[in-house]
């Protein structure tokens, strides 16, 4: 089992920046991939970002040159750093693991945070 739990929401202009983080606690010595997915108000869940166990990043097209993600595995947290926020960006951000990375790709991860809001006005 392992347990995620976010941080690092908040409300930003556009242009600015946030750093979301996500601690992992329990069986945390295994070799999870994790990620980063958000969902708006009236839309699917979305893939933003992922990383293996590793450390290769994935990005979806539209956060590309704007977010990085990362890891301390000394401190058992993820990490995505977001700059040059957009209003579009606004959303629920979650953190997800799992083991295999096609169940996390696709949105199927096992473990899940509670998420942590970010909004982006113009």
Not at 80 to 91: F, G, H
Not at 104 to 111: D, I
Request: net charge positive.
């Amino acid at each position: 089992q392992v347990q995620l739990v976010e941080s690092g929401g908040g409300s930003v202009q556009a242009g600015g920046s946030l750093r979301l983080s996500c601690a992992a606690s329990g069986d945390t010595n295994s070799r999870h991939y994790m990620g980063w997915f958000r969902q708006s108000a009236g839309k699917q869940r979305e893939r933003v970002s992922s990383i293996t166990p590793d450390g290769t990043t994935s990005y979806r097209d539209s956060v590309k040159g704007r977010f990085t993600i990362s890891k301390d595995n000394t401190k058992n947290t993820l990490y995505l750093q977001m700059n040059s926020l957009k209003p579009e960006d606004t959303a629920m951000y979650y953190c997800a693991a799992d083991p295999d990375l096609y169940r996390l790709w696709t949105g199927s991860a096992r473990y899940w945070g509670q998420g942590t809001q970010v909004t982006v006005s113009s």
